[in-house]
Structure formats: structure tokens, C-alpha cells
């Protein structure tokens, strides 16, 4: 099992960084590519443990990657029409702003899935995931968020996980 988890992380770890230097120039790509399968393999080795619970091909299975990439431009979007809305306020004379905090339902289970809704919803600027609590077998989490549109659970839910749940759910089954 060790062995399985140090390799997966180390993929999943060396195809991010291939994504991550976008440019693979001809004289240097033996050594990019050498130093990348090293980096991996470290990250693998020191924390495999802390990414892989049980399966340790779990983000390899059911098109989870393809979801994952195919969610990176609509999370884009999304951000870019968040900073807009802070900035239009920022700027504006009348700081047209209703701050609170408020509590959402999520369907969401996994930790793994929690967490990246979680940072969905703190990255994208007006809103601030400060807690997730699980009670009476459903989990909630406390949101900050900088224009208060309605206090009512299920309709700032709506507001605030928008589409991001269902992305994160096909992600993180």
C-alpha cells in the first residue's frame, strides 16, 4: 500500500508541474523533465500519507482528473466575475457593502470534497469559509461573506456553493 500511495502522489505531483511550467524548450527539456520525476517522487515519499487514505489510484478512477480539468476554466470564470463585484464595491463612493456571516447545508462528505469547497468559496473574493460542522448527520458550514443577500439556509446555500458543489461531487464521489 505504501509503495501504491508514494507512486500516485508522484504522478498526480509530476503532472501538475508539468502543467505548471507550460514551456518545454528543446535544449533543457532532459533536465526539466529529470528534475521534475525527482521533485515528484520527494513529494510522493513525504506525503503520500497525508493525501492517500484507502485507494491509492482514487484520483486516477471515474474521469476524476478530466472533471478536475474540465472545472479549472469554470472556477476562471467565476473569479473573475467575483473580483469584479469586489472591486465595483471597493470602489465605488458609497461602499455598497451588507457584511455577516451565515450558515450553509452541503452534501458534500468526503474530506477531500469539503476542502475544496471550501477554498472554492475563500478564493473567490466576498466570501470566507471559516468553519465546517457537522450536525445531526448533515454538514453546515459558516461563511463570511460581504454582501448578506438573504439569511435563509437553503437560498444562501444556492447563492454561495452556486455550481461549485456539484463540480467538487463529481471530483470527489
Not at 472556477?75 to 473573475?80: G, M, Q
Not at 446555500?157 to 463540480?167: L, M, R, T
Request: proline content about 3%; charged content about 20%.
Amino acid at each position: 500500500m505504501r509503495v501504491k500511495s508514494v507512486v500516485s502522489t508522484a504522478i498526480l505531483s509530476f503532472l501538475l508541474w508539468l502543467i505548471y511550467i507550460g514551456s518545454y524548450s528543446a535544449p533543457n527539456i532532459g533536465e526539466e523533465l529529470a528534475g521534475g520525476i525527482i521533485v515528484s517522487l520527494f513529494i510522493g515519499v513525504f506525503s503520500s500519507s497525508f493525501l492517500i487514505k484507502e485507494d491509492a489510484f482514487w484520483m486516477f478512477k471515474k474521469n476524476r482528473i478530466l472533471w478536475l480539468i474540465l472545472f479549472i476554466p469554470y472556477y476562471a470564470v467565476e473569479l473573475i466575475e467575483a473580483n469584479w463585484d469586489v472591486a465595483k464595491r471597493a470602489l465605488s463612493p458609497n461602499l455598497n457593502i451588507n457584511p455577516g456571516i451565515v450558515k450553509i447545508e452541503t452534501k458534500l462528505k468526503s474530506d477531500y470534497g469539503l476542502a475544496m469547497l471550501a477554498n472554492c468559496i475563500t478564493l473567490t473574493p466576498g466570501t470566507i469559509a471559516m468553519d465546517i460542522v457537522e450536525e445531526k448527520g448533515s454538514v453546515y458550514m459558516y461563511i463570511h461573506w460581504i454582501d448578506v443577500k438573504t439569511k435563509e439556509e437553503e437560498e444562501a446555500s444556492n447563492i454561495i456553493k452556486g455550481a461549485f458543489e456539484p463540480w467538487v461531487r463529481r471530483i470527489f464521489i
